[in-house]
Nanobody, 117 residues
Framework: QVQVVESGGGLVQAGGSLRLSCATS????????MGWYRQAPGKQRELVAS??????????DYADSVKGRFTISRDSAKNIVYLQMNSPKPEDTAVYYC????????WGQGTQVTVSS
């Protein structure tokens, strides 16, 4: 059974920090590249950060809009994926989801992040 639970969202001031967590179960997440996606009101869901297994090291990639501010990491032993959000901006306000990359047809409830100016 596939399960994804995102947490850690909330209200944060611009320039602050927040860490999102994603607890996963299911073999697809243990073997896949994982990513954080977000969907703002009236906009399409977009991939903002991904992490791919690369031998001894993982490889991370970011959307230009968050590069240098967000950091994705994973604890493979616990099947948890994190997103450290530093210096968030009001335009980062969205519901954040995690999923495999490319995504599987199962989405968790997401976690709301609201950045105030």
């Amino acid at each position: 059974q596939v399960q994804v639970v995102e947490s850690g969202g909330g209200l944060v001031q611009a320039g602050g920090s927040l860490r999102l967590s994603c607890a996963t179960s299911g073999s697809i997440f243990r073997s896949s590249a994982m990513g954080w996606y977000r969907q703002a009101p009236g906009k399409q869901r977009e991939l903002v950060a991904s992490i791919t297994r690369g031998g001894r090291l993982d490889y991370a990639d970011y959307a230009d809009s968050v590069k240098g501010r967000f950091t994705i990491s994973r604890d493979s032993a616990k099947n948890i994926v994190y997103l450290q959000m530093n210096s968030p901006k009001p335009e980062d306000t969205a519901v954040y989801y995690c999923n495999a990359v490319p995504p599987v047809p199962y989405w968790g409830q997401g976690t709301q992040v609201t950045v105030s100016s």
